[in-house]
């Protein structure tokens, strides 16, 4: 995981984010702590808190006093909405600005991608998704 030439501290953040999303990590349940981060990645435990402290200015991660931190509630919806609204950004948008530009309507977009799903979710044969 860490190697994609990304700063180690976004990677960890990243990496804790996607146990959340795909509910391997579940609201109020303990998060790993700075230390195991950083035994397991063999990594700097300032830079593992850093990537945990990224989770916690969002509001995904909480201390509990003595205990560790936890995964705040809620904290699935709120990644899910910011990594939306970044699918959008990345992808949506310059799709729109191409599709402007070919003169197409939202509608032949909506048409054009529902005709790809259906060659993607039906894989013919010799073709895989």
Do not use: C
Not at 61 to 73: E, N, S
Not at 92 to 121: C, G, M, W
């Amino acid at each position: 995981m860490i190697d994609d030439g990304r700063a180690i501290f976004q990677q960890i953040a990243d990496h804790i984010a996607d146990s959340i999303i795909d509910g391997s990590l579940a609201e109020e349940t303990r998060a790993p702590s700075t230390n195991e981060l950083a035994a397991f990645y063999r990594i700097n435990p300032a830079t593992a808190a850093k990537g945990i402290n990224v989770l916690v200015d969002r509001g995904v991660l909480y201390k509990k006093r003595g205990v560790g931190m936890f995964v705040a509630d809620g904290a699935r919806a709120t990644l899910s909405k910011r990594r939306q609204e970044a699918f959008a950004d990345r992808y949506v948008v310059p799709l729109l600005v191409e599709a402007r530009r070919l003169d197409l309507t939202t509608d032949d977009v909506v048409a054009l991608i529902h005709d790809r799903s259906a060659t993607i979710d039906s894989p013919q044969e010799g073709h895989r998704p």
